[in-house]
């Protein structure tokens, strides 16, 4: 049952007032992260976990090895099994967030919220502390007088290792004239009350260096920032739209010109930056759709004439000069979104003209000009989900899934930052059915995780170096047939069959354990799964007499930690769903830390290059880490830090990416002409001067560090032609008054969208017509049984947000 995409989608551009909802791409989660932080478990109503079952089909090819667990561990870890039932607590949803680094503080946040008609919802919440891993919680609800916590952003802990938290209260905004909230310096032992001038409409956002600088924006649009951690509060501007925070204290935001409406929907924003905390503003951009920053760079996507298409343009230097990006233009029906990006390089998505559902992937040089063609034909759907992954147990590797022509979806794997893609080599374990024509590795990504495929995102981590694991299937493509757990140690070179069935799973002790839980929608569980070998084989440990309903697993940010907490409900003594934490605490199983002889020296990349001198060598130089053994039962301990050595490599074909103008030949390293420029002088607009770009087609990857060898040769030359280029008047003025009240604007996590750059795109509505799944399919929504998608507008993500009701309109209807 091959996974692909027809004609169900049913997702358009929504607009909330004035904030875009565009092309939601986390660029720190990308890669499957979201807040490290915070994670929030749901508990499905009764009728509902009647409703769904387990319907996998087909065989898997592999048989997973399990050990049994000796009477005399098995007694050990159930004395240090620790498990809580938060008795009489009906709470819907649990919000967990870790507060500090190796404190063993947990906070969790229940919430049962009633449904209503207003902008805020009626119903209660309960807050709980724990500081020993989850191993005990207390109920602090007391310490912030039992207030009705907001659940969508109600709890939000201080960045890096401050022990700073602030809860948002949910008020009524018709009933007080401010909101309030609840500040703590000490993880929340004590909290501070504080009533605000205003109601926040999202998040409170901490600065990502110094927590005490905090910024939101409020439900009459106006930009409000504190400089002592939300004791006082200023308000900076009004008809703000959205905001982040740049180098140093640098604050950007985009705002609608006074005395206008739908500016952003006509691309009219002006974009603004201050960097003296609003005493004073610099206007930097004007006639923009919608902004972003990563990595140093600043976007923003403007229509430079009036009916032409979106264009981008990037500054470097904080706003002072902006450039206009090297990248085919945007039409309202196209989009474009950053899949990564970092000082040296942006991954760029830039949509496929009409509902294709899928695009080509761009890679820029240093200073986020010149993109080249990287990746055809990339899946990015209509629901706004892309499977691009950064496996950062590596350097340089990166996983997502193409559409091929046929409708079917395949996996593709990059080791050199984009330069060059392949598909997944075959489980060493694992064989393909007699019926497949291609037999590769695929993945199951954002996709079918938002459709219910998969409980999990892939994983991977700093920490736990070359160790990947990941839901997939081996054939043609990928499939829902019955998505397995696969890992990898070398950072996807290689994979292995390891589990059979969906699974949630988590990475503790840098790598030297893992720990894995069945998924299942139709029955209860009570044994936890781990190994210390990275998933070759498993032991099983029942943590309980009395099952529970999975939830989902928590574990401290980092990997650094042994404890693991298994979330779910079961029935309590009133037959009412209890919500139950059982914390594992895996120090006391083992119990020998690790010596200098349960390491070996790994060289990464060792499958790459061609010659024993290249051998190894990914963007310029050679990486040898130290790496626990396999076969080393023990313990790395908080400690641990990853070691690694570094050589440089003479410089080769793969260290180039193809130049602006140029595609990779497939299968080969050689970089030719694109049809469209032949014939043609390469000119790129750099500083209001057309240049010539001279070119044999080759432009080193950014951030590699190769030296000698292949030097193919390049040159910018100056011309004399003048170019357009994107150079408001820059202008300062005075802290703004209030803006008017504008309650539709808010609802989007504008710190998120802060993260995204997306260029303003439209998507037509399509109604979902249900019917019976056929055994083949092409580019449906990787949803495991369609009749799931036959909901009504009251239950579908795409009619529902925040709230807000998207209107079922016809094809013909659209919203910009």
């Known amino acids: 049952m091959p996974l ?19 092309v939601l791409v986390e660029v720190a989660i990308l890669n499957g992260k979201r807040n490290a932080r915070t994670v929030t478990f749901s508990r499905a109503p009764r009728a509902h976990r009647r409703r769904t079952r387990d319907t996998w089909t087909g065989q898997t090819l592999f048989t997973a090895c399990k050990t049994t667990l000796s009477p005399k561990d098995r007694a050990l870890l159930l004395r240090n099994t620790h498990e809580t039932g938060f008795h009489g607590d009906d709470g819907s949803s649990f919000t967990l967030t870790w507060v500090g680094d190796g404190t063993g503080v947990i906070l969790v946040l229940s919430t049962l919220s009633a449904s209503s008609d207003s902008f805020y919802e009626d119903g209660s919440s309960r807050l709980y502390r724990s500081e020993n891993y989850g191993k005990s919680f207390h109920d602090i609800s007391n310490a912030i007088n039992n207030t009705f916590i907001k659940k969508d952003f109600g709890i939000i802990a201080g960045p890096g290792n401050p022990q700073q938290v602030i809860l948002t209260a949910n ?16 993880a929340g032992v004590t909290f501070r009350s504080v009533q605000l001038p205003f109601h926040p409409a999202q998040a409170i956002q901490f600065h990502y260096q110094d927590p005490k600088y905090l910024v939101v924006i409020s439900i009459d649009d106006d930009l409000w920032l504190s400089q002592d951690f939300g004791n006082s509060w200023s ?7 959205m905001f982040t925070w740049g180098s140093g204290i640098t604050l950007f935001f985009s705002s609608s010109p006074k005395g206008t409406v739908e500016a952003a929907r006509r691309g009219e924003l002006i974009l603004r930056r201050t960097q003296d905390f609003g005493k004073t503003f610099t206007t930097i951009a004007k006639n923009i759709y919608s902004f972003g920053y990563i990595g140093g760079f600043l976007f923003t996507s403007i229509m430079e004439k009036l009916g032409s298409p979106r264009v981008i343009y990037v500054s470097s230097n904080q706003g002072d000069n902006f450039k206009k990006a090297q990248l085919p233009s945007a039409t309202t029906e196209q989009f474009y979104s950053v899949l990564d990006g970092d000082e040296d390089m942006i991954f760029m998505h830039v949509d496929n003209p009409g509902d294709t559902y899928f695009g080509t992937i761009y890679t820029s040089d240093d200073r986020g000009i010149l993109y080249s063609k990287s990746l055809e034909r990339h899946l990015f759907g209509g629901e706004g989900k892309s499977d691009f992954t950064n496996v950062t147990s590596l350097r340089g590797v990166y996983l997502t899934n193409i559409l091929e022509e046929d409708g079917r979806i395949r996996s593709v794997i990059s080791f050199n930052r984009g330069g060059q893609w392949n598909f ?6 694992v064989d393909c059915s007699e019926i497949s024509k291609k037999c590769n590795m695929h993945i199951h990504g954002e996709h079918s995780h938002f459709s219910g495929i998969t409980p999990v995102l892939p994983l991977s981590e700093p920490t736990a170096t070359g160790l990947v694991i990941a839901h997939g299937s081996v054939g043609d493509s990928i499939s829902a047939a019955r998505p397995d757990v696969y890992v990898s140690g070398d950072g996807g070179y290689t994979w292995r069959g390891t589990l059979r069935g969906p699974h949630h799973y988590s990475i503790l002790d840098s790598g030297g354990l893992i720990v894995a839980v069945e998924a299942h929608r139709d029955r209860e569980i009570s044994s936890i799964k781990f190994s210390t070998d990275e998933g070759q084989c498993w032991n099983i440990f029942n943590f309980t007499d009395h099952p529970i309903f999975l939830a989902g697993l928590a574990s401290e940010p980092g990997t650094k930690t042994m404890n693991i907490s298994i979330f779910g409900y079961r029935p309590d003594d009133d037959d009412q769903p209890m919500w139950v934490a059982v914390t594992i605490d895996f120090e006391h199983l083992l119990t020998r830390e690790c010596g200098e002889q349960d390491y070996v020296k790994w060289l990464a990349h060792s499958e790459y290059g061609n010659e024993s001198e290249t051998i190894g060598c990914v963007l310029g130089y050679k990486e040898t880490f ?23 490599c003479p410089c080769s074909r793969e260290d180039y990416m193809c130049d602006y103008g140029f595609y990779r030949h497939e299968n080969t390293s050689e970089c030719l002409p694109q049809p469209d420029f032949l014939n043609h002088t390469l000119e790129i607009c750099l500083n209001g001067e057309l240049e010539d770009l001279r070119t044999t087609g080759y432009r080193k990857i950014p951030g590699d560090k190769c030296e000698g060898g292949f030097s193919p040769s390049r040159r910018e030359g100056a011309g004399k032609k003048h170019c357009e280029d ?91």
């Not at 308000?235 to 739209?241: L, M, P, Q, R």
């Not at 626990?628 to 050595?645: D, E, F, H």
């Not at 580019?779 to 369609?786: A, H, I, K, V």
């Open 235 to 241: 308000d900076v501007h009004e008809g703000v739209h």
């Open 4 to 22: 692909s995409f027809s004609t169900v989608m049913n997702w358009r551009l929504l607009v909330f007032g004035t904030v875009w909802l565009l």
């Open 424 to 429: 997944l080599k075959k489980p060493e374990n």
């Open 171 to 186: 008020l009524p905004f018709t009933v007080s004239p401010g909101g309030v909230i609840f500040t703590s310096m000490d």
């Open 726 to 816: 994107l150079s408001p008047s820059p202008s300062s003025s005075p802290q703004t008054s209030q803006g008017i009240l504008a309650l539709t604007v808010v609802c989007t996590c504008v710190g998120i969208i802060g993260l995204v750059i997306a260029a303003g795109f439209i998507i037509t509505s399509r109604k979902i017509n249900c019917r019976q799944r056929s055994p083949e399919y092409r580019f449906s929504t990787l949803q495991l049984q369609e009749d799931d998608l036959c909901v009504n507008n009251d239950s579908s993500p795409s009619s529902k947000l925040h709230g807000f009701q998207n209107p079922d309109d016809s094809d013909d209807d659209l919203i910009e």
């Open 626 to 648: 130290r790496r626990l053994k396999k076969l080393s039962v023990c313990r790395n301990g908080r400690g641990y830090v990853v070691s690694t050595q570094q050589s440089p």
